[in-house]
Protein backbone atom coordinates (compact mmCIF):
# COMPACT_ATOMS: atom_id res chain seq x y z
CA UNK A 1 0.00 0.00 0.00
CA UNK A 2 1.16 3.09 -0.88
CA UNK A 3 0.74 6.56 0.27
CA UNK A 4 0.96 10.21 -0.79
CA UNK A 5 1.07 12.63 1.54
CA UNK A 6 1.01 16.32 0.92
CA UNK A 7 1.59 19.23 2.94
CA UNK A 8 2.50 23.33 2.29
CA UNK A 9 -0.77 24.79 1.42
CA UNK A 10 -2.38 27.47 3.01
CA UNK A 11 -3.33 31.13 2.80
CA UNK A 12 -1.35 33.85 1.53
CA UNK A 13 -1.90 37.31 -0.62
CA UNK A 14 -1.85 37.78 -3.94
CA UNK A 15 2.23 38.11 -4.96
CA UNK A 16 3.19 35.92 -2.36
CA UNK A 17 4.99 32.35 -1.93
CA UNK A 18 3.90 28.86 -1.29
CA UNK A 19 6.28 25.68 -1.32
CA UNK A 20 3.81 22.28 -2.06
CA UNK A 21 6.15 19.15 -0.74
CA UNK A 22 4.57 15.47 -1.64
CA UNK A 23 6.07 12.39 0.14
CA UNK A 24 5.44 8.47 -1.14
CA UNK A 25 5.58 5.92 1.08
CA UNK A 26 5.21 2.43 1.19
CA UNK A 27 6.33 -0.38 -1.27
CA UNK A 28 7.43 0.72 -4.26
CA UNK A 29 9.90 -0.34 -6.96
CA UNK A 30 10.05 2.89 -8.92
CA UNK A 31 8.18 5.96 -9.62
CA UNK A 32 7.84 7.30 -13.34
CA UNK A 33 6.42 11.04 -13.69
CA UNK A 34 5.35 12.80 -10.23
CA UNK A 35 3.03 15.80 -10.77
CA UNK A 36 0.90 18.32 -9.18
CA UNK A 37 -2.62 19.13 -10.24
CA UNK A 38 -5.50 21.36 -9.14
CA UNK A 39 -8.81 21.89 -8.97
CA UNK A 40 -10.61 24.97 -8.31
CA UNK A 41 -14.75 24.93 -7.42
CA UNK A 42 -16.57 24.36 -10.07
CA UNK A 43 -13.70 23.38 -12.63
CA UNK A 44 -12.42 20.71 -13.76
CA UNK A 45 -8.85 19.31 -12.40
CA UNK A 46 -5.79 20.38 -14.66
CA UNK A 47 -2.33 19.49 -14.34
CA UNK A 48 -0.20 22.11 -13.31
CA UNK A 49 3.19 20.54 -13.56
CA UNK A 50 4.78 17.33 -14.27
CA UNK A 51 8.28 16.08 -13.50
CA UNK A 52 9.43 12.58 -15.21
CA UNK A 53 12.57 10.47 -13.03
CA UNK A 54 15.16 11.75 -15.33
CA UNK A 55 14.20 15.04 -14.39
CA UNK A 56 11.72 16.93 -17.24
CA UNK A 57 9.65 19.17 -16.69
CA UNK A 58 6.75 20.53 -18.09
CA UNK A 59 4.41 23.35 -16.63
CA UNK A 60 0.43 24.77 -17.83
CA UNK A 61 0.93 27.76 -19.42
CA UNK A 62 -0.66 29.73 -16.62
CA UNK A 63 2.13 28.79 -14.41
CA UNK A 64 5.09 29.06 -16.13
CA UNK A 65 8.19 31.20 -15.23
CA UNK A 66 6.50 31.43 -11.70
CA UNK A 67 6.23 27.66 -10.39
CA UNK A 68 9.18 25.19 -10.60
CA UNK A 69 8.71 21.93 -9.66
CA UNK A 70 11.56 19.71 -8.32
CA UNK A 71 11.83 16.07 -6.95
CA UNK A 72 13.97 13.49 -5.15
CA UNK A 73 14.53 10.06 -6.54
CA UNK A 74 16.01 8.60 -3.07
CA UNK A 75 13.30 10.04 -1.17
CA UNK A 76 10.08 9.92 -3.04
CA UNK A 77 9.19 13.17 -2.85
CA UNK A 78 8.14 15.54 -5.09
CA UNK A 79 7.84 20.15 -4.34
CA UNK A 80 6.17 22.64 -5.86
CA UNK A 81 7.52 26.26 -5.63
CA UNK A 82 5.22 28.64 -6.07
CA UNK A 83 5.80 32.26 -6.44
CA UNK A 84 4.21 35.50 -7.86
CA UNK A 85 0.73 33.86 -6.67
CA UNK A 86 -2.33 35.07 -7.62
CA UNK A 87 -5.56 34.96 -6.70
CA UNK A 88 -6.59 32.43 -9.74
CA UNK A 89 -4.05 30.13 -8.11
CA UNK A 90 -6.66 29.84 -5.84
CA UNK A 91 -7.63 25.65 -5.62
CA UNK A 92 -7.16 22.38 -4.15
CA UNK A 93 -3.78 20.97 -5.50
CA UNK A 94 -3.07 17.50 -5.70
CA UNK A 95 -0.20 15.61 -6.05
CA UNK A 96 0.30 13.01 -8.97
CA UNK A 97 2.62 10.08 -9.35
CA UNK A 98 3.00 6.90 -11.65
CA UNK A 99 4.04 4.00 -9.52
CA UNK A 100 5.56 0.63 -9.75
CA UNK A 101 4.96 -1.21 -6.85
CA UNK A 102 5.91 -5.21 -5.90
CA UNK A 103 3.16 -7.82 -6.26
CA UNK A 104 3.19 -11.40 -5.74
CA UNK A 105 4.69 -12.23 -8.78
CA UNK A 106 5.76 -9.11 -10.43
CA UNK A 107 4.83 -5.46 -10.52
CA UNK A 108 2.06 -3.33 -10.83
CA UNK A 109 2.05 0.06 -12.53
CA UNK A 110 -0.83 2.68 -11.70
CA UNK A 111 -1.39 5.84 -10.94
CA UNK A 112 -2.33 7.31 -7.32
CA UNK A 113 -3.34 10.93 -6.34
CA UNK A 114 -2.78 12.73 -2.40
CA UNK A 115 -5.93 13.73 -0.51
CA UNK A 116 -5.48 16.91 -1.64
CA UNK A 117 -4.22 20.48 0.01
CA UNK A 118 -5.94 23.44 0.08
CA UNK A 119 -3.74 27.12 -1.47
CA UNK A 120 -6.10 30.19 -1.05
CA UNK A 121 -4.44 33.23 -2.84
CA UNK A 122 -6.10 37.05 -1.08
CA UNK A 123 -6.60 39.55 -3.63
Known amino acids: QVQLEESGGGLVQAGGSLRLSCAASGSIVTINAMGWYRQAPGKQRELVAV???????NYADSVKGRFTISRDNAKNTVNLQMNSLKPEDTAVYYC?????????????????WGQGTQVTVSS
Open 51 to 57: ITSGGST
Open 96 to 112: NADLVTPQATGVRRYVD
